[in-house]
């Protein structure tokens, strides 16, 4: 059964502190991994991550695939408040169909002042 | 604005009840999926429609019922509504060949008293 396990589930920092989040993998066909970020309402997209060992950046936010080890993680450094919330890892299960993707139950992230 | 337009935002219903959410896509995009997010649980797929057709299917109940119209717009019924059933429904809509990146609306969070 394809599925992909987040961890950890929940993790507080201060403010200023580097985090990690992990996201693990098993999907039949391996497509692209996909990373999320959900304040309140909606997900937004952050990253698609489809080759091993090539970083991609966004400001303060990085991320990495090992499709080897069938591992993701995000790198988000010196976390401000507004970096508080839920992180969702996601894979489409399947090659060449436009189909559901599974996510992980998500990293709850929560920045002190 | 993500592009993706659910109604209505909040929904207080009483056990026993129906209710019909309400999704329109981004502009150009034929797929819609419907996501199910209760407390503490992930995303969970419902059901995906393309172009007008049933794509594919997850954990939907059978009380539960969605259709996608010839405006591209889709729907989900839920009925005989029950308490476990308050959660944020999700709409999102991609296109296809998009690699799996989703546009989220931003949900409908229905409350079963």
């Known amino acids: 059964e394809d599925k992909v396990v987040q961890s950890p589930l929940s993790l507080v920092v201060h403010e200023g502190d580097t985090v990690t989040l992990n996201c693990s993998y098993e999907?039949?066909?391996?497509?692209?991994l996909l990373w999320y970020k959900q304040e309140k309402k909606a997900p937004t997209f952050l990253f698609m991550l489809?080759?091993?060992?090539i970083e991609k950046k966004s400001g303060r936010l990085s991320s990495i695939l090992d499709k080897k080890e069938l591992f993701s993680i995000l790198n988000i450094t010196a976390t401000q408040t507004g970096d508080s919330a839920v992180y969702l890892c996601?894979?489409?299960?399947?090659?060449?169909?436009?189909?559901?993707?599974?996510f992980g139950k998500g990293t709850r992230l929560h920045i002190l002042p | 604005d993500s592009g993706v337009t659910q109604t209505p935002k909040h929904l207080i219903t009483a056990t026993g009840q129906r209710v019909t959410l309400r999704c329109s896509p981004r502009?150009?995009?034929?797929?819609v999926y419907w996501y199910q997010q209760s407390l503490d649980q992930g995303l969970q797929f419902l059901i995906q429609?393309?172009?007008?057709?049933?794509?594919a299917k997850g954990n939907i109940l059978e009380r539960f019922s969605a259709q996608q119209f010839p405006d591209l717009h889709s729907e989900l019924n839920l009925s005989s509504l029950e308490l476990g059933d308050s959660a944020l429904y999700f709409c999102?809509?991609?296109?296809?060949?998009?690699?799996?990146?989703?546009?989220f609306g931003s949900g409908t969070r229905l409350t079963v008293v």
């Open positions: 999102a809509s991609s296109a296809l060949g998009q690699g799996g990146g989703y546009t």
């Open positions: 999907v039949t066909n391996f497509r692209s």
């Open positions: 429609y393309y172009n007008g057709e049933e794509r």
């Open positions: 489809t080759s091993s060992g």
């Open positions: 996601a894979v489409p299960p399947h090659q060449n169909r436009d189909d559901k993707i599974i």
């Open positions: 502009s150009g995009d034929l797929s």
